[in-house]
């Protein structure tokens, strides 16, 4: 199957300290940021200068080693050392609650932490190495699943995706948009439409400018239309990322992906979710066991730093839901396309 190759890399490991393109300016800049200290590693993820699940996940991993770096000049004991380094690992996690990748990739440095016996300087290089790891890996880990997916897009296809699950929130090829640049590759007739993604817009100032960089053709709609272009018969298939999978198939992304899984299921469209493997979350059986991230007011009451409404209104704003298994068609992952009773094709795939 051929594939597509990305331009973007949206998280680097350099020397010693983290690249990454700041992704709080777009459209108007496409600027890259070194991060050089963990407490400014949280904050990158807290403020999303990097997003999307699997990209955080890497983030966190560079984390850990920008704390090892500044301890390392603190003269600790190895064993202090180490005591410590675990402290901010587990601080790290807390910047966003959702995704499950951050906590995944943050305990595999942890792994490395507890079971290293030689020294610090030896330590600060496997956590390194295995941040680099980690960054590749999600890389190919993207293509296959790309590949996976692109079986099940109907020729000429036209693909509706909401937020951006793409190489801008993971490493560098994208969950579900990896499906629709694996597909593209094979099938140059497939277009996108991205749903604008209200409050921060993923989709309008992500989804849209990655796609046109890569010359994929892409649609942009405001959230409230998509069940007007399904009925219109305009919509073939959808395809969304993930944040959180439950052990049941449950399904967390960005707030907005369960009206689309209700509105595709009424007009038996199929909605898929492309995600690692290290997105699902088998030590919770259902979605309702996911913590939602609450986030500021501002992001609800502003558009571009200008208020949209009256002062005094009343304002909620959870980052994302939960569609329930029953509306999702397939879980497109690296290891195959899951398909219902999840339960089920989850359990066998951790075997
Ligand atoms: O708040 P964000 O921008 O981090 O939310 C991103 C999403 O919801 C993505 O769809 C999800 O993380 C999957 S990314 C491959």
Known sequence: MAQFESKIRTIEWMDDCSRMVDQTKFP????????????????????????GAPAIGIAGAHGVVLYAQELQKKNLS??????????????????R????????????????????????????????INGKKLELEDIEINKKIGDYGAMVVPKGATILTHCNAGALATVGYGTALGV?????????????FADETRPRQQGARITTLELVMDGIPVTLITDGMCSYFMKKGMIDMVCVGADRIAANGDAANKIGTYTVAIAAKYHNIPFYVAAPLSTIDTSIKT?????????????????????????????INPGFDVTPHELITGIITEKGILKPDYKESIAKVFE
């Open 28 to 51: 108007y800049e496409f600027n890259y940021i070194d991060i050089k200290t963990g407490d400014d590693m949280f904050d990158a993820i807290k403020t999303m200068i990097v997003r």
């Open 180 to 192: 629709v640049r694996s597909a593209y590759a094979n099938d140059p007739t497939i277009q996108v």
């Open 97 to 128: 609650p959702t995704a499950v990748n951050l906590y995944w990739a943050v305990e595999k440095q942890k792994d490395i932490i507890k079971n290293c016996t030689s020294d610090i300087e030896t330590l600060i290089d496997e956590l390194k």
């Open 78 to 95: 190895f064993d202090e050392f180490k005591k410590e380094l675990l402290k901010k690992s587990d601080y790290i996690v807390t910047s």
């Open 287 to 315: 979605g309702d066991e996911i913590v939602i991230e609450e986030r500021s007011h501002d992001e609800v009451t502003t558009i571009n730093g200008k208020r949209i409404c009256a002062d005094g209104v009343n304002i």
